[in-house]
Every structure is written in C-alpha cells, then in structure tokens.
C-alpha cells in the first residue's frame, strides 16, 4: 500500500532545504540575491500585516506580496469561504455548463464600475493585459497598442510588448507592435493617434515603477483623443485597483474618466487563488464573441475556477463590511503626510508622493560635502544603492519588509496590506528615522554595507 501523503510531515522533514531547493531546481539567482542582502529569512507563520520567523520574531509587512495581500495574511473571511467551496464539492470546470459563483463575482466588482458591462476571469494580472489587447485590437481591428515609458503591465510577451522598462524586455524581441509614449504628454499621444492604427492606450493611473501619478485631467483628455481617434482607453489596475489609492479604482480619482476595459487582479485573491478580471464595455465582448462559433475565441484553462470565484467574492464582501477603501484612504494619508513632513529634516530625502497606500519614498543627492561623496560613490557603482541600504536594516535590524521601487531608481515603494493601522505607521516612521539618522551620521554599518555593494556591482559589470 502506498504511503499516504502528509503535507506537514512533509514540511517537517524537508522545510529546512528551501534555499538549497530553490538553488538546484528552480531560480537560482534568487537564493543568491537573498543571502547577498540579508534577506534570506525563515518565516513560520503570519496574520494580517505581520509575519513570524522560526525565533518568534515580529516582522511588520510592508510590500503585500507586491500588492497581493490586500487583506492581509489568512483573513478569516476569506479563508471561511475557502474551506465551504472545498466542502462543497463543487462540479467545478466542465465547460460545459455555467457555474453561480462566476455570474455573482462578476455582478459585484461591476457594481464598483457603473460604466463596465462585462467580464472575462483569468488567473493573473498579466492574463488580465493580455485579454485587454487582444479585445482592444479585434474591436477596432487595428494592431498597435500605446504605453506609457516606464510602465509594468507584466511578463508574458503580449504585455511585455507594453513594459515600459528595457531591462525586462532585453533578449526577448522581437514584440508585438506596440509604441512608447511618456505618463502625460498628450501632443505625443495624439502624434500616434494620426497615423490611424492605434487600438488603445494602456496605462497605469499611478506607475507602479518609481510611484508616479499620471498628471490632473491627463486621463480624461487621454480619452478624449482617443475615442476621436476610435481608439480605447485600458486602465491597467492591476496594482492599483481594489482600494489600494484610496478609492475602488486609481482612475476613479479623476471625475469623466471612464476607461473601455479595466485589469484586475492581486488583491481580488485575497492572497490565496490566483485570479484575474478584465472588465469592458457591452460593445466590446460583443464583438469578440460575435457568434457561437466564437465562444471559445478567447479563454482560459484555470478561469473563473470555483476557489477563485469564492476569494473573490469574499475579498470583495469584506471591503464593504469592514470600509477597507475609506480606512486605507485615512491610514494612507497619515502616513505619506508624516513621512513628507521628514523631507526638510534628512538631505538624502528628496521627495515623498503617492495616494492611499501607494506612496513612493525617493532618495536624492545630498547638499553637504561629507555625504555627497558617499552617494557619487554609490551612484558611479550603480543607482539604486543608497535605497537597497535603506531597505536591507529596515528589515534586519526593524523587522519590517520592503522594496526598492524599480532597478536604478532610488525611490523604495511602500504597498502594505490595506489593513495596517496607526501602530502599524508609528513602527514605520519611527524605523525610517532610525535609518536615516544613520546614514546621515555617515558612518557605521550602513555605510560598510553600501560599500560592500559597490564592490558586487562593479563586479557584476
């Protein structure tokens, strides 16, 4: 008789070799990457906004599994609704029928798009994209997307056709037919637009990469040449979505903006069953599927799948119950105000920006003589240094986890789980402050480990 499987003496007998794992038989730059900055930690446990080493130690979340914890770790909601699909025995993907639990996610997040009429369930926020441009090019029949420079959109090679950050598309062309165009110049927008086979713009209405906001009214006169043009308006909220600003959508923001199609995805998983969502207008997805010969024209394998569907659906019941957009709008604007009131107070800090709970915080050159040499230092090794300092004693010496916004920039993204309280603002800012009057004292171990990563980068060259 065969063994019976048991996840956690699995787990037990083997939990010890995850790096040593990762090393031989998936990415092995990432165990490097980890051991290089200290972050190669072993986390037990965690719960909302904090996780738990093997020590017992508390560990203050603030990067969300790049936005996907937007409740948090194991909200008891979601994981209840979890448990009663899996309970439920559901029939689930045969194809061939038409399942509730699809019908009544789509009916609630369309609640939160009053111009929107339908949705398409895939399993990531890159599928997402990828729907998005294919129905963008067959409802206008044209074949050229716009992006904005320095936009994400994702990996796979449809959205990576619109990622804005060369490093991510070297080595991978040639890409679909897709033009740059900077967040907010609308005379080069409307440059692209006369050539005549523009099918859409896709934007992020705040950049994930370096937290920049598109600028006031660029979205709704973005629209307006577009629709002029018969072209469509994508808003990627794929990061931004869900409450993350402050509002259900980033675009919301800005009255009259009402964007053809939507991405969603991260923070509608609650952290557990990847999904994701494009929403769009009626006309759109009518002409997609035009004909029962076309039903299957674009699909999914793992869409709409019942686990998903019941996140989901959770995700969204608790937002409203417990007022997750208006909290995360408060706590937000606590915190980028306190973290801005600090820019006067430390010369490396150049700039604090953002809404809600995306805020970017931005390091700059120093004006006094002792610290600038430092950073030219750094900045002739590689930009992006001096924030990836910042980052490493946040989490080693405060225990909170964060992230450097984007390569070669020196602005650290701060996208925690949208349940953070004031504690949990009180412990950041007061660990920031820490960090920065160490590397405004000039000395001690920061500084010996900035020029520890000096040596790795030019190394690496």
């Given at each position: 008789m065969s063994k019976e499987f048991d996840l956690g003496q699995l787990l037990a007998a083997r939990g010890a070799e995850r790096y040593a794992l990762h090393e031989k038989h998936l990415n092995h730059q990432l165990p490097r990457m980890l051991h290089t900055i200290g972050f190669d930690k072993v986390y037990e446990r965690a719960e909302?906004?904090?996780?738990?080493?093997?020590?017992?130690?508390?560990?203050?979340?603030?990067?969300?599994?790049?936005?996907?914890?937007?409740?948090?770790?194991?909200?008891?909601?979601?994981?209840?609704?979890?448990?009663?699909?899996?309970?439920?025995?559901?029939?689930?993907?045969?194809?061939?029928?038409?399942?509730?639990?699809?019908g009544l996610l789509a009916e609630q997040l369309l609640t939160h798009s009053p111009h929107l009429d339908r949705v398409f369930f895939g399993s990531s926020g890159t599928e997402a994209v990828e729907t998005a441009l294919k129905?963008?090019?067959?409802?206008?029949?044209?074949?050229?997307?716009?992006?904005?420079?320095?936009?994400?959109?994702?990996?796979?090679?449809?959205?990576?056709?619109?990622?804005?950050?060369?490093?991510?598309?070297?080595?991978?062309?040639?890409?679909?037919?897709?033009t740059a165009v900077p967040l907010g110049d609308l005379d080069a927008l409307r440059r692209e637009l006369l050539r005549g086979d523009?099918?859409?713009?896709?934007?992020?209405?705040?950049?994930?990469?370096?937290?920049?906001?598109?600028?006031?009214?660029y979205l709704r006169q973005a629209q307006e040449l577009l629709h002029r043009h018969k072209a469509l308006l994508i808003a990627d909220e794929v990061q931004t979505g869900l409450g993350r600003t402050g509002d259900f959508y980033a675009y919301q923001h800005e009255d009259g903006v009402e964007p053809d199609l939507v991405c969603v995805a991260k923070a509608l998983s609650g952290g557990y069953v990847p999904v994701g969502a494009t929403l769009g207008k009626e006309w759109i997805f009518k002409k997609v599927y035009s004909s029962m010969d076309r039903v299957l024209v674009h699909s999914a394998s793992f869409g709409a799948n019942a686990q998903a569907m019941a996140a989901g659906l959770a995700v969204l019941s608790v937002m409203e119950n417990e007022q997750i957009v208006a909290h995360a709008c408060v706590t937000?604007?606590?915190?980028?105000?306190?973290?801005?009131?600090?820019?006067?107070?430390?010369?490396?800090?150049?700039?604090?920006?953002?809404?809600?709970?995306?805020?970017?915080?931005?390091?700059?050159?120093?004006?006094?003589?002792?610290?600038?040499?430092?950073?030219?230092?750094?900045?002739?090794?590689?930009?992006?240094?001096?924030?990836?300092?910042?980052?490493?004693?946040?989490?080693?010496?405060?225990?909170?986890?964060?992230?450097?916004?984007?390569?070669?920039?020196?602005?650290?993204?701060?996208?925690?789980?949208?349940?953070?309280?004031?504690?949990?603002?009180?412990?950041?800012?007061?660990?920031?402050?820490?960090?920065?009057?160490e590397a405004h004292s000039g000395g001690g171990l920061m500084w010996d480990f900035g020029r520890t990563l000096v040596k790795q980068a030019v190394s690496g060259r």
């Open positions: 909302g906004a904090h996780f738990w080493d093997a020590e017992g130690n508390d560990y203050l979340d603030m990067l969300a599994g790049f936005g996907v914890m937007g409740l948090g770790r194991h909200h008891p909601v979601v994981r209840k609704a979890l448990h009663d699909v899996l309970d439920a025995s559901l029939a689930d993907l045969t194809r061939f029928d038409c399942p509730p639990l699809p129905f963008a090019r067959y409802a206008t029949g044209r074949p050229r997307v716009l992006y904005c420079t320095h936009a994400f959109h994702g990996l796979t090679t449809g959205s990576l056709s619109v990622n804005g950050e060369d490093g991510f598309r070297e080595g991978f062309a040639p890409l679909l037919p897709d523009v099918a859409a713009l896709i934007v992020e209405p705040i950049q994930g990469k370096g937290v920049h906001e598109s600028p006031p009214g937000g604007e606590l915190l980028r105000s306190r973290l801005a009131a600090l820019v006067d107070e430390y010369e490396l800090l150049s700039e604090v920006r953002g809404r809600g709970l995306m805020i970017g915080i931005e390091f700059g050159r120093p004006s006094s003589l002792r610290l600038r040499g430092r950073w030219t230092m750094l900045q002739a090794a590689r930009k992006g240094l001096f924030a990836q300092m910042v980052v490493v004693p946040l989490l080693q010496k405060h225990h909170i986890l964060t992230q450097v916004s984007g390569d070669h920039l020196e602005v650290i993204k701060l996208i925690p789980p949208l349940v953070v309280d004031e504690a949990d603002v009180d412990r950041f800012v007061t660990a920031f402050r820490a960090v920065m009057d």
